[in-house]
């Protein structure tokens, strides 16, 4: 099973407001960054998103290690609250919840805490590219 490693963010100015997502996807030797935008919506709806796109790029089940700086994302699957969710109904973001855990179910995914805003380059490249795709 293929190894990949991706960086994740989400960035909104104004919460709600325009936001961006990104990330970067390391394979081997490989390195592939994506982003993009909304004029609309919130911090927590672009972290789902850059993961969602992320995992979308996988062609086959992999082996991944989600590095993210979002609680609301690491903590719901480390603490397994995607759980209570799915049976009490989502309180907020059911869409991009619903696709997360269809893709996240389609994978052997792995989410690590990383500190936002520190020494973390591929974080802090992710924030970049994040905050760069934000509709203006």
Request: hydrophobic content about 35%; charged content about 30%; glycine content about 8%.
């Amino acid at each position: 099973m293929k190894e990949v490693t991706i960086y994740t963010d989400g960035a909104c100015s104004g919460n709600p407001g325009p936001g961006g997502w990104a990330a970067i996807l390391i394979y081997g030797e490989h390195t592939k960054e994506i982003s993009g935008g909304d004029k609309q919506t919130t911090n927590n709806r672009m972290e789902l998103m850059a993961v969602i796109q992320s995992l979308k790029m996988l062609k086959q089940p992999c082996k991944v290690k989600v590095c993210s700086d979002s609680a609301y994302i690491v903590n719901c699957f480390h603490d397994k609250w995607y759980v209570k969710w799915e049976k009490s109904g989502f309180k907020k973001n059911e869409d991009l919840w619903r696709e997360l855990l269809a893709l996240y179910r389609k994978h052997d995914v792995e989410f690590k805490k990383v500190k936002g805003h520190s020494n973390v380059e591929l974080n802090n490249r992710c924030d970049e590219l994040a905050r760069a795709a934000v509709p203006r």
